[in-house]
């Protein structure tokens, strides 16, 4: 799909920017959804209503991971789904501090 807009449950609507697709990306197993709004909590991403997504899940921008999380789905919002994070832990490019190499 390349051209959509999503309703929010405010009724705002979300588009994608306009360039070469979107910049955010949910790989969930080996499918890739984009990313239309994305909060701290929660997600929207461009997925028909009837994709059962649940479990663990990566985001992306572009080919870097970004972080890593477990989801479920919250509700539908227009052609899109909203999931909530049950834990979302950021991807660091370092090892922890405490980590000696």
Do not use: H
Request: aromatic share 6%; hydrophobic share 45%.
């Amino acid at each position: 799909m390349d051209e959509y807009s999503v309703a929010g449950a405010t009724g705002e609507r979300f588009a994608p920017p306009r360039g070469s697709g979107p910049a955010l990306w949910l790989e969930v197993g080996a499918r890739r959804f984009p990313i239309v709004d994305l909060d701290r909590d929660s997600c929207l991403i461009d997925a028909s209503p009837t994709a059962a997504l649940r479990g663990n899940a990566a985001i992306f921008e572009g080919e870097e991971q970004l972080a890593q999380c477990l989801i479920m789905v919250a509700a539908p919002e227009g052609r899109g789904q909203r999931l909530i994070f049950k834990r979302r832990t950021e991807v660091c490019a370092m090892p922890a501090v405490d980590f000696e190499l």
